[in-house]
């Protein structure tokens, strides 16, 4: 029974690593990212509601008077 020759395992691995590598580097470096993000501006309208000219009271229970 012959055995493995396992010799060119290494260089194998190694040059299938490398390639790999710059393979992926390839793939990303092709990608755009956007150098400076800003937030975007928003208006803000402001709607009119009922409440927002009247003080608004909340009663807690322990505060009312006992009867």
């Not at 690593?17 to 092709?30: E, W």
């Amino acid at each position: 029974m012959p055995q493995l020759d396992t010799s060119t395992w290494f260089i194998t691995i190694v040059s299938t690593i490398i390639t790999l590598f710059i393979i992926m580097q390839l793939k990303i470096s092709t990608h755009y990212y956007y150098s400076n993000p800003e937030p975007k501006t928003t208006k803000t309208t402001k709607s009119l509601t009922p409440w927002e000219n009247k003080w608004t009271k909340i009663y807690s229970p322990l505060s009312l008077p006992l009867q």
